[in-house]
């Protein structure tokens, strides 16, 4: 009898125990959460739920009929409220334009215009309005932002925010020199966040490069250029593997390049050059080597040099992107924290190699 009241007063004390050990550990867990990381999770009887606020992405090729994707993720804009200005820029599909729109609480917003020229076949059609299915599912503040399309009369459009100072690779290229460390470093962080947010919400972008992100008036980059496959139709870089498939080689990891093995973590890789990019002011990497030779390099070892004034700590994190072995690489959400900590504590760390 004794026995079993000690045997029964112990296993009290071992649940007493467990419980007030598992609340130190929440409270302890929650204590050092940054506020970033609580706005991404939420509590359901007491479990940690990872971001079940954050929708994931639908693959727009899953729908029989495509139209009903763009009609299910885009809104349809009365053309009427567009004014064309003038021709930015030229895509595959017909001319960029930049104009204005005319929301429906009467506002006018710059927007950019990409439009469908006239004489399409319907799988072009498909492929051009793949974008606006794909952009209309996200909506984060370093992702370019889908207004609407047109689909219902000639020509048909997409309408996106606009970015007043156009592509990130040009942009840096026409401004060498002109920014402090710390402003790069605020321009990478703001792309981190975006690919954090793709990566949550299921996304692989494939062709993460600086020719693909915009930046705006107030230097925000935000990332842009999707459609899967169709964007790597679609770029002057991507070329032509061994195995068929149309790959921007610089930019790709080599697990993606050999055998198609494309992940959030082929994205890190890709992050990692935009990096190196950014911090050489739209240098070209491996500048012109061939694609061949840069096959071989990489998979020899060699990785490309810290750019002029580059701080050792952004090099060692392009570094660490390009670890050959997937698992290794940083995850997006270690990318922004550490960028962050980074922008709020510069003096702490050696700024240059
Ligand atoms: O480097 P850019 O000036 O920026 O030239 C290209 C051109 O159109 C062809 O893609 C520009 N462009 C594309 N989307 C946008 C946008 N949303 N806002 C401003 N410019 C854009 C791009």
């Not at 990130?168 to 290229?173: A, G, V």
Request: charged share 25%; net charge neutral; aromatic share 10%.
């Amino acid at each position: 009898m004794e026995g079993a009241v000690s045997s029964l007063s112990y296993s009290l004390f071992l649940s007493l125990f467990y419980v007030v050990i598992r609340l130190v550990c929440q409270w302890y867990i929650k204590s050092k959460m940054s506020s970033d990381d609580k706005r991404r999770t939420n509590y359901q009887n007491g479990h940690a739920l990872p971001y079940p606020g954050v929708k994931t992405y639908v693959d727009p090729d899953t729908y029989e009929d495509p139209t009903q994707a763009v009609h299910e993720f885009a809104k349809e804009i009365d053309p009427t409220r567009i004014r064309i200005e003038r021709v930015i820029g030229a895509g595959e599909f017909g001319e960029v334009c930049s104009g204005r729109l005319r929301t429906l609480g009467k506002r006018e917003i710059a927007v950019a215009i990409k439009t469908l020229k006239g004489g399409y076949v319907e799988r072009q059609r498909r492929d051009f309005l793949r974008e606006a299915s794909i952009m209309g599912q996200f909506d984060d503040p370093n992702i370019i932002r889908l207004e609407g399309v047109v689909t219902r009369s000639r020509p048909v459009m997409i309408v996106v925010e606009y970015m007043e100072n156009g592509s990130l690779d040009s942009f840096l290229r026409k401004h060498d020199g002109h920014f402090t460390v710390i402003q790069l470093v605020g321009m990478l962080r703001g792309i981190a966040s975006g690919v954090r947010y793709l990566s949550d919400m299921g996304y692989v972008h494939r062709d993460l490069a600086a020719r693909n992100i915009l930046v705006n008036s107030n230097l925000v980059c935000k990332v842009s250029d999707f459609g899967l496959s169709r964007v790597l139709e679609d770029d002057p870089e991507a070329a032509y593997t061994t195995t068929g498939g149309k790959i921007p080689i610089r930019w790709t990891a080599p697990e993606a390049i050999s055998y198609r093995k494309f992940s959030s973590a082929s994205d890190a890789w890709s992050y990692g050059i935009v990096m190196w990019e950014v911090m050489s002011y739209g240098e070209r990497p491996y500048w012109e080597m061939s694609n061949q030779d840069v096959i071989l390099s990489i998979e020899e070892g060699y990785r490309l040099p810290a750019p002029m004034g580059c701080p050792v700590v952004l090099h060692q994190l392009m570094l660490h992107c390009w670890q050959k072995e997937r698992s290794q690489r940083p995850k997006f959400t270690d990318v922004v924290s550490f960028l962050d900590k980074l922008i709020r504590n510069p003096s702490n760390e050696p700024i240059q190699e």
